[in-house]
């Protein structure tokens, strides 16, 4: 990077004269200083050692303190951003390796570095190498939770990176066979330490990549488990390694870091998507409880079968109805009943006409009798005769009402006599004589 050079084209300022090809304003000078500071590859990423010494904490949460060794000292600012992610507290006298960038402070025009990381002046050149990368990795998004993938519910298959003359893979398979015997293991064995490991291990995790790239849809691997025990930092110093880390970030699987420690983490930690303390913990992690889904799917079953039976009988109950509601319906059964109905409305019928004809026969024989009591007939049974002149039927009631000769027909009982008035008595005396007694 080069430096831009600025001249001062200020109006304000003493008259310009020509002093030189370089010619800056104060602020312009600092601000050329600061840009070839950042463009220095050194500067920009040391470490140094030293005392601490005369530290204060600002009101906004930054450190500002001072690095002396012997009469050499520098001044050091950590912004709060830094502050925040620093575990090792900071105290005057303190011997630290110190990481940061030179640059400069404008207002005092005066160098500092800019730290980033204080560790233990004993921390070595491995915990000084750890730290430059996971902060290069960082930046990078390397480890940003976002990109982390969730493990798999019901894994199928699972890869697994690790010696395969070691316990580690005895442990799992252990665990997977107790818990999940229908897991498919697919092995790609390689060292865990040594010079050669970081090697290894990439190539490991490329053959399980590879595996999973020729399978059919749905039958490649789940997840990978890179695993190892426990040890010290340089055995774990595979696990650093930025070739291993960049190899966990190409997974195209969710990867699980089963590095046997339990309070530092390693840079292969940090870029996988779940970090396990164990490789037994990784392989629990990894797969389900196979005694608890037996209970849970036998659960289900069971509410299952009740909600099944619920509904049979719901069924049949509603079968039963629909049946009788159509033997209720039911065309042969409609017709029984219309039949019922109009036997039973012939029958009303006949009775009623039985017991109105009765009732008129009992009327009529009433009439009868009431005419039979009334009728001439029934009188001249007893005796008795209507007499009536013959040629013009006219009734006599009087004996005067015939003269003598004339011809008259009587009515009897049972039938008719015609003669002629030969005598007429009126009130009992024959006319022109005299009544009895005079």
Not at 70 to 85: L, N, T
Not at 87 to 92: A, E, G, I, K
Not at 197 to 215: C, G, W, Y
């Amino acid at each position: 990077m080069q430096a831009r050079l600025r001249p001062a084209a200020s109006p304000a300022g003493p008259p310009q004269t020509a002093l030189g090809a370089h010619f800056f304003r104060v602020p312009d000078l600092v601000a050329c200083i600061r840009d070839l500071l950042a463009a220095d590859p050194v500067l920009s990423d040391v470490w140094g050692s030293g005392e601490l010494a005369e530290l204060t904490q600002s009101a906004a949460g930054h450190i500002y303190f001072t690095i002396r060794d012997g009469g050499a000292r520098i001044p050091a600012v950590m912004f709060r951003s830094a502050a925040r992610r620093q575990t090792l507290p900071l105290s005057d006298g303190y011997w630290a390796l110190v990481h940061g960038a030179v640059g400069i402070y404008d207002q005092r025009s005066i160098y500092q570095l800019v730290a980033d990381v204080v560790l233990p002046g004993d921390a070595g050149v491995l915990r000084a190498q750890f730290e430059a990368l996971r902060l290069r990795l960082e930046q990078e998004g390397l480890f940003a939770s976002e990109r982390k993938r969730p493990l798999p519910t019901f894994p199928r298959r699972i890869g697994v990176v690790t010696s395969d003359s070691g316990a580690v893979i005895h442990d799992m398979m252990h665990v997977w066979q107790r818990r999940y015997p229908a897991l498919d293991i697919v092995l790609a064995p390689s060292a865990v330490q040594g010079e050669e490991a970081p090697r290894q291990l990439v190539a490991a995790l490329a053959r399980l990549v590879d595996f999973h790239a020729t399978q059919p849809l749905g039958e490649g691997l789940d997840a990978i488990v890179l695993a190892r025990g426990g040890g010290s930092a340089d055995e774990l110093a595979s696990f650093n390694d930025e070739r291993v880390a960049r190899a966990i970030f190409g997974s195209p699987v969710p990867v699980v870091s089963a590095v046997g420690h339990e309070t530092d983490y390693t840079i292969a930690d940090l870029v996988a998507d779940v970090r396990a303390p164990t490789p037994s913990a990784a392989a629990e992690l990894l797969t389900p409880d196979g005694a608890e889904l037996r209970q849970t799917i036998d659960g289900i079953a069971q509410r299952m079968r009740r909600a099944l039976h619920r509904q049979l009988a719901m069924a049949r109950g509603s079968l039963d109805a629909s049946r009788q509601l159509l033997a209720r319906r039911s065309p042969a059964r409609l017709v029984d009943e219309h039949r019922r109905r109009v036997d039973d409305s012939l029958a009303r019928g006949t009775r009623a006409a039985r017991a109105l004809m009765a009732l008129e026969r009992s009327r009529i024989a009433a009439c009868t009798a009431q005419l039979a009591a009334l009728s001439p007939l029934t009188t001249l049974s007893r005796g008795y005769a209507i007499a009536s002149r013959a040629d013009d039927g006219a009734v006599l009631t009087d004996a005067l009402q015939a003269a003598m000769g004339e011809r008259i027909a009587v009515r009897l009982a049972r039938g008719r006599l015609v003669g002629e008035v030969l005598e007429r008595e009126i009130g009992g005396v024959a006319p022109g004589e005299a009544p009895h007694g005079e």
